[in-house]
T-cell receptor, first 112, second 115 residues
Framework: QKEVEQDPGPLSVPEGAIVSLNCTYS??????FMWYRQYSRKGPELLMY????GNKEDGRFTAQVDKSSKYISLFIRDSQPSDSATYLC????????????FGTGTKLQVIP | EPEVTQTPSHQVTQMGQEVILRCVPI?????FYWYRQILGQKVEFLVS????????KSEIFDDQFSVERPDGSNFTLKIRSTKLEDSAMYFC?????????????FGPGTRLTVL
């Protein structure tokens, strides 16, 4: 079983739709859960992070973590064409200075 | 806003040649990392570097790879004898080393093409 699994997509939605992106993981030691956004030929950019289980909201973005199910989600409300990018889930054992373990990324296209 | 910079943006080399990829970290950051992303695959951790020594390295980071911070500013990744399978995007990342801070800041990457 892969350490982090993520549906690669691509996912294509109309502007204004709610987008749901998901990852599962197998390593119980992961404590920090993050979502990065990556535009073509650019480095990953941190969108959201959460510590342990729970929800976190930032504008149109909501991150959810369910450690009991080893499942994390990112919801994007009122999606915009500028949200078109690849979204990477990522995890760290403890402490932000530890190595980041990434999912494969889901490519999202928001159509105007 | 401070950012991580990397040079060159694209490096083309012949198999067996040595390459050095350079990164300028954010000035007050103390942890440095290299990750790579083979086309169509996930971003993979290579090595972390703190206090002038390697903190952790992955199984990918074999004897062909080395890192150093030669002048206190640049952070470099050297591949001694490149192979075709080293073709990838290489990302440098940095962290301020405060335990409460979770974000690693990524540079724009160097695209390495080995012919």
């Amino acid at each position: 079983q892969k350490e982090v699994e993520q549906d690669p997509g691509p996912l294509s939605v109309p502007e204004g739709a709610i987008v749901s992106l998901n990852c599962t993981y197998s390593n119980s030691a992961f404590q920090y859960f993050m979502w990065y956004r990556q535009y073509s030929r650019k480095g990953p950019e941190l969108l959201m992070y959460t510590y342990s289980s729970g929800n976190k909201e930032d504008g149109r973005f909501t991150a959810q973590v369910d450690k009991s199910s080893k499942y994390i989600s990112l919801f994007i409300r009122d999606s915009q064409p500028s949200d078109s990018a690849t979204y990477l889930c990522a995890m760290i054992n403890s402490g932000g200075y530890q190595k980041v373990t990434f999912g494969t990324g889901t490519k999202l296209q928001v159509i105007p | 806003e401070p950012e991580v910079t990397q040079t060159p943006s694209h490096q083309v080399t012949q198999m067996g040649q040595e390459v050095i990829l350079r990164c300028v970290p954010i000035s007050n950051h103390l942890y440095f990392y290299w990750y790579r992303q083979i086309l169509g695959q996930k971003v993979e951790f290579l090595v972390s570097f703190y206090n002038n020594e390697i903190s952790e390295k992955s199984e990918i980071f074999d004897d062909q790879f080395s890192v150093e911070r030669p002048d206190g500013s640049n952070f470099t990744l050297k591949i001694r004898s490149t192979k075709l399978e080293d073709s990838a995007m290489y990302f440098c990342a940095t962290h301020p080393a405060h335990r409460s801070y979770n974000e690693q800041f990524f540079g724009p990457g160097t695209r390495l093409t080995v012919l």
